[in-house]
């Protein structure tokens, strides 16, 4: 049995392309790169969710979500506890700057559109690369992917 959970990511495009992305290690999945973004808090909209997020993770308050890029659920182990995450992915553009991390041992990086193809770990959401490819006014739901 999972538990339920609401989150938001958002991806970060720089003038170039690059995206910023963080690098996990998940007791459940394992080691896989992902946007900022997290679990959104009682009553907060997936929009108030990915400014808070990328606020806390980076320090950068002035990129706003400019568009949905897709939705999916995942399985994973958060804090000990399964949960069946449902994600709303946002997409934005900004400088290519480095974050203010409160956390020491946090590993990021901007990855260019041709590595992000093969960085050779997961990517959450899966087809990242492909869903920037396609720019898309509409949103993609990916549904539930294992």
Same mark, same amino acid.
């Given at each position: 049995?999972?538990?339920?959970? +609401?989150? &938001? +990511? =958002?991806?970060v495009l @720089? #003038? @170039?392309? @690059?995206v910023?992305?963080?690098r996990?290690?998940?007791?459940?999945?394992?080691i896989?790169? *992902?946007?900022?973004g997290g679990?959104?808090?009682?009553?907060?909209?997936?929009?108030?969710?990915?400014?808070?997020? *990328?606020?806390e993770?980076?320090?950068?308050?002035?990129? $706003?979500?400019?568009r949905?890029?897709?939705?999916?659920?995942?399985?994973? !182990?958060h804090?000990?506890?399964?949960?069946?995450?449902?994600e709303? =992915?946002?997409? !934005?553009?900004g400088?290519h +700057? $480095?974050p203010?991390?409160? &956390?020491p041992? =946090?590993h990021w990086?901007?990855?260019?559109?041709?590595?992000l193809? !093969? *960085?050779?770990? #997961?990517?959450w959401?899966?087809?990242? #690369?492909? *869903?920037?490819?396609?720019?898309?006014?509409e #949103?993609?739901?990916?549904g539930l992917?294992?």
């Amino acid at each position: 049995m999972r538990t339920p959970r +609401r989150a &938001a +990511r =958002i991806v970060v495009l @720089s #003038p @170039s392309g @690059s995206v910023f992305l963080f690098r996990e290690n998940n007791v459940e999945v394992g080691i896989h790169w *992902l946007p900022p973004g997290g679990g959104m808090d009682p009553g907060e909209t997936p929009e108030e969710c990915v400014r808070r997020e *990328l606020r806390e993770e980076t320090g950068w308050a002035d990129l $706003e979500p400019q568009r949905l890029l897709c939705t999916w659920e995942h399985d994973f !182990t958060h804090e000990g506890i399964p949960v069946r995450q449902h994600e709303h =992915i946002y997409v !934005t553009t900004g400088p290519h +700057r $480095e974050p203010v991390l409160e &956390a020491p041992g =946090i590993h990021w990086q901007w990855v260019s559109p041709e590595r992000l193809a !093969t *960085l050779g770990e #997961p990517l959450w959401p899966p087809r990242l #690369p492909d *869903l920037l490819a396609d720019a898309r006014a509409e #949103p993609v739901h990916l549904g539930l992917v294992t």
